[in-house]
């Protein structure tokens, strides 16, 4: 028996792996979509589409001369135009002998499809199980909040600080800060005569105190001056919080759910909730270049083909929260000016648009070259290090 669960684990671990492949190939299959569909609307030559680099796994050629290609290595992707690495090309088709105006369009449509992308996304995300928001699904006349906290309220912030994903403030953490800033120590007569229990052999009280809540109520936005159990240990000193009437955590006298948003509010709220992680990303960007964050947050594909597996594993709904991080994460990314990306090669058609005259197709290939090596180095190395901690 342990040998066929153990085979049966095997398959399944494999299985989401290969889903979460197939995930990352959707992520490129996007992105170079929509290079391909500026380039077919502005009238580029297009050699091939390819999902992937290495060897080609699967290729179609089409009646116009366009090859399809699917390939080994599920790193990337491309879109080949006539001409786009060469100088002298006289095609009038090709990359390079085409407006500035255009090839910026061209360049700048993969990361705009990932974009919009990432929107529908975050849709789907926000109005089939929500993100950031709770909701109070059960409360009875047992709990703290009994008579000033209704079920369906929505809970939207702490003592007029909201909740926001982009800070990392959510209703755990705006609680905690709540707590620490106004009962570090015990406010009270007498510890003693307060709700009393043990825990890893230590004794802890409860207190219960005042804490105002955001909430939507009714399609409004209210303050309601609701409760909070802070916890003491034996010295007065906040050991933490709690939301229950007891310690017993799972009495459901207080449920809190995340709250799934409605169509319209996801309708609504799906762009800016896209735009505030391409916000995120850009700010981890920063912490990375000034030092204030580890190379060890990174990932190339085969630490972002672990974690969606991993986490599908643990629940689809891991995954429904990955499609428009990674999603924004590529729109952006590919927008940096870091040679043998899309934003590096709109620098230099810029220049060109500007100086009106083009750059040495040698020197930028050659910056190219180097560049793509030296991104997939530092994208092996990350990976490595990711392994091995």
């Known amino acids: ?45 297009i050699n091939e589409f390819s999902v992937g680099f290495g060897p080609k796994i699967l290729q179609k050629t089409k009646k116009n001369g366009e090859k399809i290609s699917l390939r080994a290595l599920p790193l990337g992707g491309y879109c080949a135009f006539e001409g786009e690495d060469e100088e002298g090309n006289v095609n009038p088709d090709a990359f390079n002998n085409q407006k500035p105006w255009k090839r910026l369009i061209v360049l700048f ?96 009280y409860m207190d219960k105190q005042p804490m105002p809540y955001n909430i939507r109520r009714d399609g409004k ?22 939301l229950c009437e007891t310690e017993v955590t799972d009495k459901g006298d207080f449920v809190l759910v995340t709250y799934r948003y409605t169509f319209l509010e996801s309708l609504k709220e799906a762009v800016p909730f896209t735009c505030k992680w391409a916000y995120k990303i850009l700010v981890i960007f920063g912490q990375l270049i000034t030092g204030q964050l580890s190379i060890k947050s990174l990932g190339g594909p085969v630490t972002t083909i672990n974690m969606i597996a991993s986490n599908a594993q643990q629940s689809l709904v891991y995954l429904l929260i990955l ?28 220049i060109e648009w500007i100086r009106k005259k083009p750059i040495n197709r040698k020197v930028i290939n050659a910056i190219n070259n180097i560049g793509l090596l030296v991104l997939l180095g530092f994208v092996i190395i990350i990976d490595v290090v990711q392994l091995i901690l």
């Open 1 to 45: 028996m342990f040998n066929i669960l153990s085979i049966s684990s095997v398959f399944s671990s494999i299985g989401y792996i290969i889903l979460a492949v197939i995930v990352l190939l959707f992520m490129v299959l996007i992105h170079e979509l929509g290079h391909y569909t500026a380039g077919k609307i502005l009238k580029f030559k």
């Open 109 to 204: 449509y993969g990361a705009f499809f990932n974009f919009l992308s990432a929107i529908i996304f975050s849709f789907i995300l926000l109005v089939s199980h929500g993100y950031d928001l709770v909701q109070v699904k059960d409360i009875t006349a047992d709990s703290i909040n009994y008579g000033y906290l209704y079920s369906q309220d929505v809970i939207v912030g702490i003592d007029n600080t909201d909740i926001d994903f982009v800070k990392d403030d959510n209703i755990n953490s705006l609680i905690s800060d709540y707590v620490k800033d106004n009962y570090t120590s015990y406010l009270g007569e007498d510890l003693s005569k307060e709700y009393d229990f043990k825990q890893d052999n230590k004794t802890y």
């Open 221 to 242: 936005e209210i303050v309601v001056d609701g409760y909070i159990n802070v916890i003491y240990d034996t010295n007065g000193k906040m050991a933490g919080w709690s």
């Open 323 to 350: 499609l428009p991080l990674i999603a924004v994460n590529l729109a952006v990314f590919n927008l940096l000016p870091i040679p043998a990306l899309d934003g590096f090669q709109m620098i230099f058609v810029l």
